[in-house]
């Protein structure tokens, strides 16, 4: 297993714009699954029949995989990029980083228009800190 990538600052923030529009492309993908699979659940759930059911059905499942397979490619893109996804609903990314002589996050959300807090790897979000 080879060791996670470590930015600096000004290399987390030139990513933002590419991640940014990652992140949007994922949360964007993962609710049009979530709606899809609500409505296939909420049909399959009426036991209806008829009136087209089945082609309802159909079609519900099919966009759940499509929507899904849009979702791994998304986060496989964050991954090759070398930063973590820590929520999709949040658009929270960490980026590892070197600070004060040890391994850190730099943490981003997606509505954050920069990179301006860190944490240390064994915390999180909550015990962010500005930089």
Request: charged content about 30%; overall charge neutral; some cysteine.
């Amino acid at each position: 297993m080879s060791s996670p990538r470590l930015f600096t600052l000004d290399e987390a923030k030139t990513l933002l714009p590419q991640v940014r529009q990652i992140v949007q492309d994922l949360q964007a993908a993962k609710q049009q699954a979530d709606d899809a699979r609500r409505e296939y659940e909420h049909l399959d759930a009426t036991h209806a029949r008829g009136n087209g059911y089945e082609m309802r059905r159909e079609i519900l499942a099919t966009k759940i995989i499509e929507e899904m397979k849009v979702v791994r490619q998304q986060l496989e893109a964050i991954q090759k990029i070398g930063c973590e996804i820590k929520d999709i609903k949040m658009g929270l990314i960490d980026f590892q980083s070197m600070r004060e002589g040890r391994v850190v996050n730099l943490c981003w959300k997606i509505s954050e228009e920069t990179i301006g807090y860190w944490h240390s790897l064994d915390t999180g979000f909550a015990s962010r800190r500005p930089l």
